[in-house]
């Protein structure tokens, strides 16, 4: 870090500080690097100004949104905020409303929902009003809140027992809405069955002129002769579907009107409670024209399509919790003799100590054995923000370690970490709010109209004279006719469709609305290093005294760059080969086992690592991290690193005590496949920009790429961050990335993408995650959002196929309750055959 020298202003780019010596100016603006002030002369001074960047190269923003941060008031001193979980909240609508009526609350100074996640955060003033009290508040209307674990204030027993309890509602929203459904299919069939029998060749002879309700209850030899007996039997079973099966339906309807934000469930809802309503009176006049049957096979049938889209969701986050599982099920054990071995998580006991290393995430409960390091804790807490732990302090599993690296005491309960997050992935991307659906939209146009259009018919049939009740069936059936109900099927399908097929091609979105927004990316920025390269890289060659490399690879082994494991790696197949007297069993059974000394001080710069070993201080990294540093580098060594970079490798200068000794060659390879997917890209007329901490050199395997509109090179994870805030005051723009340096930046981007070889930090702060590590699947992202928008624009179509039919019927007088069930089935039936088709083979 840039210590006590006489510093300049901060760099314009990334806000760094840096000392005077070292400033690198351009027309009186002043840089901390050159790879800031090439992005600066790439890009110009326009678009937001850094003051946002983190200042001193540590990650400090995974899993929070660029728009998000700016508008989000930190809590006074005084202030505490609290996450809820809020079961039933599912669309924006839903957002509004609980927003609204937190912020009713007395006590409350902000609140922001998403129902993506189902979350809503509080900031409040806990003297004036209770947790408890603000969870009684928002459990009303049917939705059910309940404290998400986490809080300065609780202990870890309390957390576990608060997961718990999370742990049972998620799985009961899925039962309920299962429930619903089950019960709307079998009182329908009851219902449907003796009606369809009974009443359709009424309905249909009706058509001709002959069919009378009582003629056909008195055939059937129900109800006596005037079917006054089986009429109230239906009129109870379709209630029974109506109140209990369409009850989400119903209450989503209730808060759109609440709010004035009309929406699909009121799009839903208008045309089944018409139906009901205006088939019960139809029956008390005696007319034959009822339609009860619409209301139970729409009611059953949109509640089953939102049951399927929660499966689909639910699917998509187990996959998501296995991935991220994957990342803890297994700890780094630091054994007494200062080796590190590889042991499953269950094996480990209370007192033993395991290194986490940067942008790892912390496999069990512990505390903080030596040194310091900065934590997130987002998975526990729902809040993004770095926690600075000193030896003493309690750690969290779960938490990821951002910046440093993490010895930790295991504590006694040793699993706890695996249990939190099977609960809480989902809900990581909390805060950031969904996006309205085309569905929903569309709602908002529609609905005034065809209210409106209503109101008219019913007091046009009063002009003419017609009585009460007649007027009141006219402007029911205009509801019942006009509501193009099916988009509130085509939504859920839809969703479900595209989760579905993306995670079947390895690519977990974490909400629906990622498609979307992937309309409109105009820039994709790529890192380098473990995302075009890939990032398995090898020692080539090690010119450096022997007693400094193992001091060396004893550094690394607490850093989670790619060129640190090849180091590490290297240095155990020496350390085995010069020492077979050691105890090496670990190896044979696949786990690693490696030299570590007695590292008394450890810092990690986005470019290398400094530490103090055995009481020398040592330093590993670029050359331009020694130059920042102010150690010297021998033209030796210098021209050492040079001949490697013309090699198109990668050279680790390694030092001592304010001295460079020598270079370790590294070889990263790129990706198989690379220039394709940045090819595709380009095609669609996408601008392809590659950002890299790693030097020039480096990048000249990108040269023959015509593709790619900037390369800079030489940006230090500020400057990251800072080139995709410049980069958005041109358009949208998504990041692609896998290191821990790069969670930022992900976060920053308007969508991110994370390789599934990448660290748990920068997965946690990308929307996307790519679980197979394939490039190429990029380019499938792309194909599948474009796919997904035409197959929601297709459904919507179709879910008006249903008003086409049974519009002009009505306008003709010819709409036969046979009819309209005709053309709700096909509509639904095409709408489900249309939706389960594959995206990508249109
Ligand atoms: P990219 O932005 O392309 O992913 P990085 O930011 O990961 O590149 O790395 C930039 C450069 O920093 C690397 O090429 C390497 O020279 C150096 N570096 C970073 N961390 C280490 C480390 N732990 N050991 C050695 N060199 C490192
Ligand atoms: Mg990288």
């Known amino acids: 870090m840039p210590s006590s020298q006489s510093l300049s202003p901060p760099c314009a780019l990334c806000g760094r500080a840096v000392p ?52 989000d008031p930190r809590p006074t001193g005084t202030e505490e905020r609290a996450f809820f979980q809020v079961d039933g909240m599912h669309c924006a609508t839903c957002e509004a409303f609980l927003e609204s009526v937190a912020e009713g609350c007395e006590g409350v100074t902000d609140a922001a929902a998403s129902y993506v996640t189902e979350t809503i955060r509080i900031t409040y003033d806990p003297d004036r009003v209770s947790k408890e009290t603000l969870c009684d508040t928002l459990s009303t209307l049917g939705y059910s809140a309940t404290l998400r674990a986490g809080g300065s204030d609780d202990a870890p027993t309390i957390i576990g027992q608060s997961r718990r309890s999370d742990e049972q509602n998620e799985r009961g929203i899925d039962e309920v809405l299962g429930f619903r459904y089950a019960a709307g299919v079998i009182f329908g069939t009851f219902m449907l069955l003796p009606y369809a029998v009974l009443l359709y060749p009424a309905q249909l002879s009706s058509f001709f002129g002959e069919g009378t309700l009582d003629m056909y209850a008195s055939a059937s030899g129900i109800g006596g002769g005037d079917g006054l007996l089986i009429l109230p039997l239906f009129l109870v079973l379709t209630g029974v579907v109506l109140v209990f099966t369409g009850l989400p339906l119903l209450q989503g309807a209730y808060v759109s009107l609440k709010m004035r934000q009309p929406n699909t469930d009121l799009l839903v809802a208008l045309p089944i409670v018409s139906a ?71 094996g480990l006991e209370p007192g033993e100590r395991v290194l986490v290393r940067e942008g790892e995430r912390i496999p069990v409960d512990g505390v903080l054995a030596e040194g310091e390091c900065t934590v997130d804790e987002a998975i526990v807490t729902g809040e993004s ?14 938490a990821i370690v951002t ?77 019942l006719v006009g509501c193009p109900w099916a988009l509130g099927l085509a939504t859920p399908l839809s969703v479900a469709t595209s989760i579905e097929q993306a995670v079947e091609r390895g690519i977990v979105i974490f909400d629906e609305t990622v498609f979307e927004r992937l309309r409109d990316v105009d820039v994709v920025v790529f ?58 069993g670990g190896v044979a059974d696949g786990s690693d ?120 090179a030489g940006v ?98 010819l709409l036969n309750p046979v009819f309209a069930m005709g053309a709700v089935v096909a509509t639904g039936g095409l709408l489900a055959a249309n939706s389960f088709r594959d995206l990508l083979t249109e």
């Open 385 to 398: 923000l770095p926690v600075s732990k000193q030896a003493g302090d309690e750690v969290v599993g779960g």
């Open 20 to 71: 005077d010596d070292r400033v690198v100016a351009e027309d009186d603006i002043v840089f901390c690097c050159d790879g800031c002030r090439n992005v600066h002369r790439g890009l110009g001074s326009d678009g937001v100004h850094s003051q946002m960047a983190p200042t001193d190269g540590t990650i400090h923003e995974s899993g929070t949104r660029a728009g998000e941060r700016e508008a």
């Open 403 to 479: 910046n440093g690296a993490a010895v930790l005491t295991v504590s006694d309960e040793t699993t706890s970490s695996i249990d939190r997050l099977i609960t809480s992935v989902w809900n990581l991307q909390s805060g950031d709010h969904g996006v309205q659906r085309q569905a929903d939209r569309l709602a908002s146009v529609i609905i005034p109209v065809v209210v409106g259009g209503a109101v008219l018919a019913g007091l046009g049939s009063l002009l003419v004279g017609a009585g009460i009740p007649v007027a009141v069936l006219t402007a029911l059936v205009v509801l």
């Open 593 to 712: 086992h490696e030299y570590a000394a007695d590292i008394t001080e450890f810092t990690s710069h986005a470019t290398g690592v400094e530490g103090v070993v055995e009481d020398t201080r040592v330093l590993v990294g670029n050359l331009d991290l020694f130059a920042e540093l102010g150690w010297s580098v021998s033209e030796r060594i210098e021209t050492r690193a040079a001949e490697a970079r013309t090699t198109g490798h990668l050279p680790v200068v390694v030092g001592r005590d304010g001295h460079a000794e020598g270079v370790i060659v590294v070889g990263d390879e790129p990706r198989a496949g690379w220039d394709d997917t940045l090819t595709q890209l380009n095609d669609r007329d996408i601008d392809i920009v590659v950002l890299t901490g790693d030097d020039e050199a480096a990048t000249d395997f990108l040269d023959s790429h015509p593709g790619i509109d900037h390369v800079f």
């Open 716 to 813: 230090p994870p500020a400057g990251k961050t800072a080139t995709i805030r410049r980069l958005q005051s041109r358009g949208q723009v998504t990041m692609v990335g896998d290191g821990t340096n790069d969670a930022p930046a992900l976060a920053t981007a308007d969508l991110g993408i994370s390789l599934g070889g990448g660290t748990a930090l920068a997965s946690d702060a990308a929307d996307i995650s790519l679980v197979d590590d394939d490039l190429a699947a990029v380019g499938t992202t792309f194909d599948l959002a474009d796919a997904a928008r035409r197959r929601v624009k297709q459904n919507n179509g179709l879910a008006l196929l249903y008003n086409g039919l049974t519009m002009p019927l009505a306008a003709t007088g």
């Open 527 to 584: 890192d380098k290093t473990g995302t075009l390269t890939t990032g398995q890289m090898d020692v080539l060659e090690a010119d450096a005294p022997s007693d400094l490399l193992a001091i060396v690879a004893a550094l690394e082994q607490r850093a989670s760059h790619p060129a640190a494991d090849a180091i590490v790696n290297t240095f155990v197949q020496r350390n085995q080969e010069g020492d077979r007297s050691r105890a090496d």
């Open 276 to 346: 009901y309503v205006y088939s019960t009176i139809a029956f008390l006049l005696g007319r034959i024209d009822i339609f009860y049957d619409l209301t139970i096979v729409v009611a059953a049938s949109v509640v089953a399509a939102i049951f399927y889209e929660s499966l689909s969701k639910q699917r998509a986050m187990d996959r998501l919790t296995n991935l991220t599982i994957s990342h803890v099920t297994e700890a780094r054990r630091y054994g007494a003799d200062g080796t590190t071995t590889m042991v499953d998580v269950h």
